[in-house]
């Protein structure tokens, strides 16, 4: 059975974004982005919530987004896509942006079936909103969150609406030489 695991970067102060989603404090380099290129590599498979589609939509098909990174745009521009939303209607399919699929009702059914379809785990980027939901019906496999050496002051904390206590198992750490820390639990 594949695993759904998040990928999820947080400030030291708990954040995984601060203030109108501002993302700027992210702390990245080359180690970095050859991180990300891993990580996406152990994935076939995108689960967004329908605010971090929307961001992801909106860069990585731009010629911006094609220019500043092309091996992830590459990436994120042709892995299937999963969008979980009750208020969108229809999501969007171009020459860059493709292999996307809209879900809007039952979540947890439709996770639950594309984890027992062949293939690569699934990755969450993001879409907090959506972690929460995962975390309460019991669908999330692995956390994996990279804590930025930095305090922003005010945001959105990581797992916020969470309603019950988690506990989770420290399998792996890494210093990266930026001071990220990755610390990667099982739930």
């Not at 860069?59 to 994120?76: I, N, R, S």
């Amino acid at each position: 059975m594949r695993k759904v695991v998040l990928f999820m970067m947080v400030s030291l102060d708990g954040y995984f974004e601060g203030e109108n989603h501002d993302l700027s404090w992210h702390n990245v380099d080359e180690e970095f982005n050859e991180y990300a290129v891993r990580n996406l590599d152990t994935a076939d498979t995108l689960l967004f919530g329908r605010k971090t589609y929307q961001l992801m939509e909106s860069f990585w098909p731009t010629t911006q987004g094609l220019e500043d990174d092309p091996t992830v745009a590459e990436k994120m521009n042709t892995m299937a896509k999963i969008v979980f939303s009750h208020s969108l209607d229809k999501v969007t399919q171009t020459e860059h942006w493709k292999n996307v699929v809209l879900i809007k009702d039952n979540i947890a059914g439709g996770i639950m079936k594309l984890k027992a379809l062949p293939g690569k785990d699934m990755l969450v980027l993001g879409s907090s909103n959506l972690c929460v939901s995962l975390l309460e019906h019991g669908l999330l496999d692995e956390l994996r969150i990279m804590i930025n050496p930095v305090v922003i002051g005010k945001g959105t904390p990581l797992f916020e609406g969470i309603k019950k206590v988690q506990k989770f198992t420290l399998i792996s750490s890494r210093n990266f030489t930026s001071g990220n820390v990755l610390l990667t639990y099982q739930v």
